[in-house]
């Protein structure tokens, strides 16, 4: 697990407060072409990405798992997650490991293809490697309700006397 220094923190921009990690960490994900919705993590706290070098920590009250469900994977994540981002790519990746068989595997890089082929790969310290659809891990976005402009009809002008 990655230490987070005082000398990162002082580059980096932070984020404090589950609701505001959660738009940065997905903003962030947008930002390098990686589907929003990789880093399910819940209770965040404390979030900072420092640009020069792509350093991105996500920390959280506890560990927390997660059942991606397009593709029946569980996936573990620690209190703190710890990567290097470039598009495209996740690299050096602490905190998150993936359950095959019976056994959690720690996973270290995730990247999509170039040229975009809709797969994203997963792998793992050891240099093994499993594929899936990109869209397996994309959340819809909530949008705010449209506020319907009034017909043109509808208008009545007022004047005054």
Not at 51 to 68: I, R
Request: glycine share 6%; with cysteine.
């Amino acid at each position: 697990m990655s230490v987070i220094t005082e000398e990162m923190r002082a580059k980096a921009e932070m984020y404090e407060g589950e609701q505001l990690c959660q738009e940065k960490s997905k903003l962030l994900l947008k930002e390098v072409g990686l589907p929003n919705g990789l880093l399910p993590l819940k209770e965040m706290e404390e979030c900072g990405y420092v640009k020069e070098t792509g350093f991105v920590w996500l920390k959280q009250k506890k560990s927390c798992t997660h059942k991606f469900e397009k593709i029946g994977k569980l996936v573990s994540y620690d209190k703190l997650v710890t990567a290097h981002v470039e598009p495209g790519k996740i690299k050096k990746l602490t905190g998150v490991k993936t359950k095959e068989l019976l056994v959690w595997i720690t996973l270290s890089d995730i990247y999509v293809d170039d040229p975009p082929t809709g797969k994203i790969t997963f792998q793992t310290p050891a240099g093994l490697f499993r594929s899936f659809p990109v869209s397996a891990f994309e959340i819809q976005e909530e949008h705010p309700k449209q506020v319907q402009e009034p017909d043109a009809a509808a208008v009545v002008e007022v004047t005054e006397v």
